[in-house]
Every structure is written in structure tokens, then in C-alpha cells.
């Protein structure tokens, strides 16, 4: 999902018409408070990646602020910020990216490279999330659990386990159930292929 936010409509549009030739879905917002405003819902149901066209200068709240808060929230990762302006100067790109900007660029602007650009923060927003989701499962385990999972990640079999745990297999098994469970995965190679 791509957020397209300019306080210029006929900027927006002609950003809506590019995204949507390349199959991007997109929503536009006339402004950093209207896509604050839809935030906490997006975080909340966030199983779908995000990123972030963002005009620099806006009447309100500028996009550096509303950048500012993004990474104030921890969020520029699953929602990363390409800005776009045509007041940019180079010591205001640095900084955006030395601050964690996805990128920046300049009006007017090369489409492809834009477009090409929306696409990789698209992939990494979703690489991020996916990461935050297997953390929060990773966090879910017990400090038993997480010895039988690293265990189970060397390949030794529940006897070798029990043994080295002092544990009995039927509690190895145990263990392993649930680590499957809770890590939404069926096998170990599942499991392995997870948390590569």
C-alpha cells in the first residue's frame, strides 16, 4: 500500500496515476495529519507492507515533522519515507536519509526511477514486518522452549535433547509442540527455513 502525501491534488493524481500503472495500490492524503489520522489503525491490522511518498513542504505539519514522528514511533522500517520535493537541497537529503529516509528526490523527477523506488520500500517495509512478526513469536517462547528450539535448529533429535537437557522425551515433545505452535510452523525445516 502506498501512501501519496501532498497537500497539491494534481500532484497527488498524477503519483496515483503512476502507481496504479504499475499495479501499486495507493491512497492519497491531502495532508500529514489526514494519513496520521488513518496510522494506528494501519499498525494495528499491519500484515500488508506500506511506504511512505512524502512532500516535503506542507502547510500544518511538514514532512519532516511528520517524518520526525514516524521515527519517533520506531515506524520508518514498516513504513519507509521517500520524500519528494521541489525545495530539497542536499544538506536536507543527507540528513532525511542519514535519519533513516528510504530515499529522496528532487521534482520533477525521473517516474521509473520513483516507481522502481516505491517498489523496493514496498519489499522492505514487508521484510520488516515479517521480521517484527517472527521477533514477537520468538519473544512468546520460554526460556525452556528457546533451549529445546536451538536444539532442534543444531538437528538433534528429542533423546539427544532430553539427555542434554535433563529433561524426559515425552517433556521434549511437549516442548516442541508448542514451539511449533507458537512459531506457526508444522516441521522443523519449517522451522529452520523461519528463522534463517
Given at each position: 500500500m502506498l501512501h501519496i502525501i501532498d497537500d497539491e491534488e494534481v500532484i497527488r493524481d498524477s503519483l496515483m496515476w503512476l502507481a496504479k500503472?504499475?499495479?501499486?495500490?495507493a491512497i492519497p492524503h491531502e495532508s500529514g495529519k489526514a494519513f496520521l489520522s488513518m496510522l494506528d489503525n494501519m499498525v494495528r491490522t499491519g500484515t500488508q507492507g506500506h511506504a511512505v511518498l512524502l512532500d516535503v513542504r506542507m502547510p500544518d505539519l511538514s514532512g519532516i515533522a511528520l517524518f520526525d514522528l514516524l521515527a519517533t514511533r520506531g515506524l520508518t522500517q514498516t513504513f519507509p519515507v521517500i520524500f519528494l520535493t521541489g525545495h530539497g537541497d542536499v544538506p536536507m537529503a543527507v540528513d532525511a536519509l542519514k535519519r533513516g529516509a528510504f530515499d529522496f528526490f528532487e521534482k520533477p523527477f525521473n517516474d521509473n526511477k520513483l516507481m522502481d523506488r516505491v517498489q523496493e520500500a514496498l519489499i522492505a517495509s514487508e521484510q520488516a514486518i515479517e521480521?517484527?512478526?517472527i521477533h514477537t513469536r520468538l519473544a512468546a517462547l520460554s526460556s525452556r522452549e528457546r533451549e529445546v528450539l536451538d536444539l532442534i535448529l543444531e538437528g538433534k533429535m528429542n533423546k539427544v535433547i532430553a539427555d542434554k537437557l535433563g529433561i524426559s522425551m515425552r517433556?521434549?515433545?511437549v516442548h516442541r509442540a508448542h514451539i511449533f505452535d507458537k512459531m506457526n510452523v508444522k516441521t522443523a525445516v519449517e522451522l529452520a527455513r523461519l528463522l534463517k
Amino acid at each position: 500500500m502506498l501512501h501519496i502525501i501532498d497537500d497539491e491534488e494534481v500532484i497527488r493524481d498524477s503519483l496515483m496515476w503512476l502507481a496504479k500503472s504499475r499495479g501499486i495500490t495507493a491512497i492519497p492524503h491531502e495532508s500529514g495529519k489526514a494519513f496520521l489520522s488513518m496510522l494506528d489503525n494501519m499498525v494495528r491490522t499491519g500484515t500488508q507492507g506500506h511506504a511512505v511518498l512524502l512532500d516535503v513542504r506542507m502547510p500544518d505539519l511538514s514532512g519532516i515533522a511528520l517524518f520526525d514522528l514516524l521515527a519517533t514511533r520506531g515506524l520508518t522500517q514498516t513504513f519507509p519515507v521517500i520524500f519528494l520535493t521541489g525545495h530539497g537541497d542536499v544538506p536536507m537529503a543527507v540528513d532525511a536519509l542519514k535519519r533513516g529516509a528510504f530515499d529522496f528526490f528532487e521534482k520533477p523527477f525521473n517516474d521509473n526511477k520513483l516507481m522502481d523506488r516505491v517498489q523496493e520500500a514496498l519489499i522492505a517495509s514487508e521484510q520488516a514486518i515479517e521480521s517484527a512478526a517472527i521477533h514477537t513469536r520468538l519473544a512468546a517462547l520460554s526460556s525452556r522452549e528457546r533451549e529445546v528450539l536451538d536444539l532442534i535448529l543444531e538437528g538433534k533429535m528429542n533423546k539427544v535433547i532430553a539427555d542434554k537437557l535433563g529433561i524426559s522425551m515425552r517433556t521434549v515433545e511437549v516442548h516442541r509442540a508448542h514451539i511449533f505452535d507458537k512459531m506457526n510452523v508444522k516441521t522443523a525445516v519449517e522451522l529452520a527455513r523461519l528463522l534463517k
